[in-house]
């Protein structure tokens, strides 16, 4: 089982940045992707950013976010700069690979909070 640990969310000013990490952990054999989506209340879920080799962006973030991967800790950050109040939003983390039984998995985080208001 795959287990995904977010961190690093929180209350900003909008201008403000604010970065979060996810760590995988558990029976791992390789990542091909790890992302973030969010959720904003009363709508649907929605991706920010994916990396698995290159880098993906919502048009919503690009220019403002930025994603990266730590391949060896089997972690992904998602920079946020230029915070609006438009990007509050729970922030779930994605992967998805093979476990250690040669089997695909995709698995999400627990969601972390992120508001962004004066």
């Known amino acids: 089982q795959v287990q995904l640990a977010e961190s690093g969310g929180g209350l900003v000013q909008p201008g403000g940045s604010l970065r979060l990490s996810c760590a995988a952990s558990?029976?791992?054999?390789?990542?091909?992707?790890m992302g973030w989506y969010r959720q904003a209340p009363g709508k649907q879920r929605e991706l920010v950013a994916l990396?698995?080799?290159?880098?993906n962006y919502a048009d919503s973030v690009k220019g403002r976010f930025t994603i990266s991967e730590d391949n060896a800790k089997n972690t992904v950050y998602l920079q946020m700069d230029s915070l609006k109040p438009e990007d509050t939003a729970v922030y779930y983390c994605?992967?998805?690979?093979?476990?250690?039984?040669?089997?695909?998995?995709?698995?999400w985080g627990q969601g972390t909070q992120v508001t962004v208001s004066s």
């Open positions: 994605y992967a998805y690979g093979t476990n250690s039984d040669y089997r695909a998995f995709s698995t």
């Open positions: 990396v698995g080799g290159s880098a």
């Open positions: 558990g029976s791992i054999f390789s990542i091909n992707t």
